[in-house]
């Protein structure tokens, strides 16, 4: 039976991508915190379906793929990883001043359970634009099935799933939130930096890609720390602070996985192998 008119409008306009409302946030001469909360908000369904939708290409194409050339991106692929590699630079940069302000004025504890300005003004506008971004970084993929490169669990895992954390967690803003977005700005600013020079095939130390992969374990046994250390103070302490059953919980889960995951990569790659096998390109979320 079809829907009246007005249920079936509103239903599908959960699922459409508003490209003006999140211009008007970026363009906006004070940053809009709860215009741009209610945009990420309205397009957690869209965020659920494009990574179902990610999941059925990536594998649809790795089948097409199979008996096919692998294609030759070397141009797209350098200006993707010099695009992603400045713009996590710049939040590093942009943010940092925010970030340990806050460790040296406040404390350490106080970062992750006190959300404070963490998601206003330009700070505000660099953690909706990495909310945003992950979106975009599902194209990550791409360069992988039609390069005919190896894609290993971890990848598309890492990238469906963080997705949906970002845009779930995001409208709540848990103070730990705070350590993860920075920490995978930078992580990600060595990373894709990395990237971005072997694509231009310059011949870079061996040792660089397992430092990357050691930064990457790094952020998630620091993340795992203190999504622990919340955990014991709000449900063994009744501590009160900016913190939301549901979004720890999904935070705790991706973490621990993928610390888990990270640190397999990191001893098939380099131990279990003898150190001889070539950075496969996983990447932190």
Known sequence: MDLPYEELK??????????????NIVAAKEFPEAAAKSWIRD???????????????VFGTKWFMKN??????????????FFLAAFSIAGT???????FGTIKEKGV???????????????GLWVFLFIASKLIELVDTAFVVLRKRPLMFLHWYHHAL??????????????????GIYLNFGVHAFMYSYYFLRSLKFKLPGILAKIITSLQILQFVISCAILTHVGFLVYGKGLKCDFESHVF????????????????FFLRSYI???????????KSH
Not at 43 to 57: D, E, T
Not at 112 to 120: E, G, M
Not at 162 to 179: D, E, G, I, K, Q
Request: glycine residues 6%.
């Open 10 to 23: 509103a239903k599908l306009g959960q699922f459409h991508f508003d490209p003006v409302g999140f211009w």
């Open 43 to 57: 397009h957690q369904p869209l965020a659920i379906q494009v990574s179902i939708a990610y999941v059925l290409l």
């Open 68 to 81: 096919r050339e692998p294609f030759n991106l070397s141009l797209p692929l350098s200006i993707w990883n």
């Open 93 to 99: 940069l942009i943010m940092g001043s925010e970030f």
């Open 109 to 123: 504890m106080h970062s992750y359970l006190i959300i404070d300005d963490f998601t206003k003004g330009r700070n």
């Open 162 to 179: 963080t997705v949906l954390n970002a845009y779930y967690c995001y409208p709540h803003s848990p103070a730990f939130s705070r350590w």
């Open 249 to 264: 919980t999904f935070a705790a889960f991706m973490d621990t996985t993928y610390l888990i995951l990270f640190i397999n």
């Open 272 to 282: 279990l192998s003898g150190g001889k096998a070539k950075y496969s390109k996983p």
